[in-house]
């Protein structure tokens, strides 16, 4: 049978797809830091915005606005950044620990481990003594990324990064947060919970659409989401301070 993979037996790309295409693994290591910078925007628009609005609620005062906001933003990226770390860290441990069992495996047992991978191959569609040829010539150029690739959806060479992830999450925390921070401190007191409310809806849009587009997914849906989401945040926010305010006055 004279088929692509036949020609090039060697090739490690799944049987199907589009050329060029990068395989599910590759990508997901790829976009790791994105989703964490998407996130980490996200959190720090979120709940900036909802702790400056509720602490201007109950207080008109500056000081008091700048003093929660920069304690808020600097909590809140540390904890992204560490929740990522050890997220993310808990995940390259669980990569490691399923490559080393499999190099295990292909060590001890290697012509079960070459069945197994001629199986996957025809599963996924190859006639089953194309799929076998396929699995001897991978198993003789690199076993463990073909095992790797095919059965665990990994690739050894581009595992998650916890500190790339750690990075992107806090510094994206940040800058989402000074968005309502900047905002509320340099608008009149007047406007100012209405221009933070809004500044803070675009930024939240903006996430949501990013978010949608790294994930292939409804923008529409993905924006209404985020932007609901946190004007609900700040209207509770603000209406817990202002009872507060009210309450301590």
Do not use: C
């Amino acid at each position: 049978m004279d088929t692509p993979a036949a020609r090039h037996p060697e090739r490690t790309d799944p049987p199907t797809g589009h050329p060029g295409e990068p395989h599910a693994a590759s990508a997901a290591s790829r976009l790791n830091w994105l989703r964490a910078g998407v996130l980490g925007a996200n959190d720090g628009v979120v709940s900036t915005s909802g702790l400056v609005i509720g602490v201007a609620a109950a207080s008109a005062s500056d000081s008091a606005i700048l003093a929660a906001g920069m304690a808020g933003l600097a909590a809140g990226a540390l904890s992204m950044g560490v929740g990522e770390y050890v997220s993310v860290s808990t995940q390259r441990d669980t990569e490691t620990a399923l490559l080393a069992k499999e190099r295990h495996e292909l060590a001890t047992m290697p012509e079960e481990e070459l069945e197994e991978l001629a199986a996957l191959y025809a599963a996924k569609g190859l006639d089953p003594e194309l799929a076998r040829e396929v699995a001897v010539q991978l198993t003789a150029h690199d076993a463990l990324g073909a095992h790797a690739e095919v059965e665990l959806g990994l690739d050894e060479d581009e595992l998650t990064n916890p500190w790339q992830a750690a990075a992107a999450s806090m510094l994206a925390f940040t800058l989402g947060a000074l968005i309502p921070l900047l905002t509320i401190l340099l608008l009149p007191p007047s406007v100012r919970v209405a221009g933070t409310a809004v500044a803070a809806a675009a930024a939240l849009a903006l996430a949501g659409w990013s978010s949608a587009v790294l994930g292939g997914a409804a923008i529409g849906r993905a924006v209404a989401r985020n932007v609901g989401g946190g004007i609900l945040a700040m209207a509770i926010t603000y209406g817990v301070g202002a009872l507060v305010g009210t309450s301590v006055g």
